[in-house]
Structures are given as C-alpha cells and as structure tokens.
C-alpha cells in the first residue's frame, strides 16, 4: 500500500506539470489556455518578451467579457513607442498595474491553470504548465501578492486628491519634510510615508524621479 501511495503521488506530480518545448508549441499552447479561460486572466508581465505583443487571443477573450489583470515591470512602460501595445490594453479594459520588479513571467487561467515562461537566448523556448496541486496555489499567491503591492496605470491626474497636489507641489518648491508636516498639520512620518506613496504610485524610486514623473505627466 505504501508503495502504491508513492507511485500515486509521483503520477499526479507529473500529470500536474505539463513541460512544452519549443516556439511553436509553445505559442500554440499558451493561445490553447487564453481561449480555454471563461472568467479571468492573472498575468505578470516583464522583458524580454518573446512572444508577439499582437495577442489575438487576447482581444478576442476580453472582446467576449474575460477580465484581464496584469502586473507590469516598470521597464516596460518606458520602451519608446509602446511596442507592447500597453494603451491598446488600457482602452480595452485590462486592468493593469506596474511594478518596480516583477519576479517571473506568469499567467493564470480561471485560477486553475499557470503557464510559466521559461526564455533563454542560449536554449530552446519551453514553459511550464501547471494545472493543479501545491504549486499553482502557489502562483496564484504569488500573483495576488504581486498586484496587491503595485500601482494603477495608467496613472494620472485624477488618480491624485487636492492634497496630494498640494504635496508635490511643496516638495518641487524644495520644502523639508519636517516645512512641508508644518503645513500640514503632520507628523515627520507620516509625510515620509505620504511621498513614499506617491513614488509607488508614479512607480520610481526617488523624489528626483517622482518630480520628474509629475511634471511630464501632468499631475500638478
């Protein structure tokens, strides 16, 4: 009986990762799982893209009601040219998030199937199909995890309250933390962890970066 035990969990360990090797299998495999989806599709998103931004199974799917949810890696939205037809996206309705880093390409079907990309210039284009078991709970952590931690995008104006307005204002002025809490009426902290907010959400890393963001975008 103990043996038969193993044996059984070695089957369902195989049968629950699916290994596709090659471009074209690959590509028709993860077009196969986009069709297949009825409700949703979870997907982190970062370079090297391999695959052609020209989804058509992806218009197709949000075209008949499928909810898309993708976390992007920043580096993407600052390609020249949008080559990844992230505004195509964004006008039709994915709901999209950028994140400084992003840990592993990713998408999750209905939350009952992963395809996992695994791109190497050195060897053959393969991916992981994961349809069930320890794993793909998982991936769907790993995702949730992921979007609950990046920012809306696109980001714009309206995405600021009058207050935030008022506090980028004051930091491109030049004023302290401690100037800016005096005007305020705040703690040192608490506007240390207002502009932290707000570099999340222009999705940089410093307050140089952030009045950049906000004078090309317009947030002022």
Do not use: C
Request: charged letters at 25%.
């Amino acid at each position: 009986m103990e043996e038969y035990r193993e044996r059984s969990a070695l089957r369902d360990a195989r049968e629950a990762v699916e290994v596709v090797i090659g471009a074209a299998e690959v590509m028709a495999r993860w077009q196969h799982l986009q069709r297949a989806a009825q409700e949703e599709v979870k997907s982190l998103a970062k370079e090297p893209i391999v695959i052609s931004a020209d989804n058509q199974a992806q218009r197709a799917a949000m075209a008949s009601g499928i909810v898309y949810r993708t976390v992007y890696e920043r580096t993407m939205i600052d390609v020249p040219g949008d080559p990844y037809q992230l505004a195509w996206s964004a006008a039709n309705g994915e709901l999209m998030r950028i994140a400084i880093d992003v840990p592993t390409k990713l998408m999750i079907f209905d939350g009952r199937a992963a395809f996992v990309p695994l791109m190497s210039a050195s060897v053959e284009p393969a991916a992981l199909v994961i349809t069930s078991g320890t794993l793909l709970g998982v991936l769907n952590w790993v995702f949730e995890t992921v979007w609950a931690g990046a920012v809306p995008f696109p980001a714009t104006e309206n995405t600021l309250g009058p207050e935030d307005r008022r506090l980028l204002s004051l930091i491109i002025a030049g004023y302290t933390d401690r100037a800016i809490g005096k005007q305020f009426g705040l703690s040192h902290r608490t506007v240390q962890r207002r502009v932290r907010q707000l570099t999340r959400l222009a999705g940089v890393e410093t307050r140089l970066q952030l009045v950049w963001h906000a004078a090309k975008h317009d947030w002022l």
